[in-house]
């Protein structure tokens, strides 16, 4: 270990024993997750331009969104995207990146940027495959499905369902090139609970003072499963399957799932096939946003926020079209104004 690694990792651990929590009151330094990430100083790789197909499309007439919407919400724009590339779809985890692009993971590992003006997609994106510790481009479905998407000091975090895992990516320092580190290999059987390949950690996500965050959609006694994952470490080391804080999370509503949380909402999904697809909003203030038929809905799995200067916020939702003709990518973007 080289000396300024020791010196980082005794800070951390005197840090940690004096303030008796991980990861509370100030940043951890993840450089260590950098420096693995990116290996030798790896130069910067762009990811490859994708043209993306922007049509604006109506959430439902007035008075049925008007009724999905509490007071103090009201809907930004609701789009349709579509991109002459095979490789676009599937998208599940979606989060805000240093640069203010929106980023979205798919379930066939591939990462992609969706350009932003004013608020609305412009046509300009990008895409890169994800690859493992080696350099190598990720293959198959037990390694690829990746789910959750979270952004916090220059790393992005993924979590993957049937090979249930986190990895973190420093796709600011070398881009397209990072590797996929493992900080975390997430468990597959949580309170005497077996979880399914594809009932894992869809939900990925950050909260002031608490650390990551892993929710499954996967439930107990009607509240859904969320695993607090210490990365203190600063990228010395991975947790292990039998070193996370189990908690009950937010409670879910008849045949809803958890799939996907921001640092004031939480994202929960149904389908069945009388009542079609079904999502549910939960704002940290206890506000919901119903969206149901008879209003235009789809398979939604990602959210991600945008916070602004007042404190207001914006959330942008987009929709898992499983690379089927029948279902539809959709972005939606609501204006959130503080209750109160």
């Known amino acids: 270990m080289h000396r300024y690694s020791v010196i980082c990792f005794i800070y951390l651990t005197i840090f940690t024993l004096i303030n008796g929590a991980v990861f509370a009151r100030e940043k951890v330094s993840l450089n260590g997750f950098v420096a693995q990430s990116c290996p030798n ?33 009201s809907l930004f724009g609701a789009w349709e995207l579509n991109a002459n590339n095979s490789a676009f779809g ?8 240093s640069q203010g692009r ?36 990720l293959e ?35 881009g397209a090139a990072a590797r996929g580190i493992t900080i975390a290999e997430l468990p597959s059987i949580i309170n005497d609970v077996t979880i399914n390949d594809n009932d894992g950690a869809e939900a990925l996500y950050f909260k002031e003072k608490g650390g990551l965050f892993a929710g499954y959609e996967t439930s107990i006694d009607g509240k859904s499963i969320v695993l607090r994952i210490d ?30 949380a921001s640092q004031n909402a939480y994202l929960f999904r149904a389908y069945s096939r009388w009542r079609g697809n079904r999502n549910i909003i939960r704002l940290d203030d206890g506000r919901e946003i119903f969206l149901q038929h008879p209003l235009t809905v789809d398979n939604f799995e990602g959210i991600a926020q945008l916070d602004d200067a007042s404190g207001n916020y914006m959330l942008y939702i987009i929709s898992d079209d499983n690379f089927s003709a029948r279902q539809k990518i959709l972005l939606y973007a609501f204006k959130i104004a503080l209750s109160g």
């Open 41 to 73: 100083e790896t130069d910067y790789y762009p990811f490859s331009p994708l043209n993306i197909k922007v049509k604006s499309v109506s959430l439902g007439n007035e008075s049925d969104v008007q009724a999905a919407l509490p007071e103090g919400v």
């Open 140 to 174: 198959g479905k037990n390694e690829t499905d990746a789910e959750g998407l979270a952004y916090y000091d220059n790393l992005t975090f993924i979590s993957f369902e049937r090979n249930h895992r986190i990895l973190a990516y420093a796709l600011d320092a070398c």
């Open 102 to 137: 929106l980023v979205a993971v798919s379930d066939r590992g591939n990462l992609i940027t969706i350009d932003l003006t004013d608020g609305t997609p412009n046509g300009n994106g990008s895409i890169s495959p994800l690859l493992d510790n080696s350099g190598k481009v």
């Open 231 to 260: 990365i203190s470490n600063g990228g010395s080391g991975y947790a292990s399957k039998d070193s996370y804080s189990f908690q009950h999370g937010p409670t879910v509503h008849e045949d809803f799932k958890l799939v996907g």
């Open 90 to 97: 599937g998208l599940s985890g979606l989060q805000f990146s």
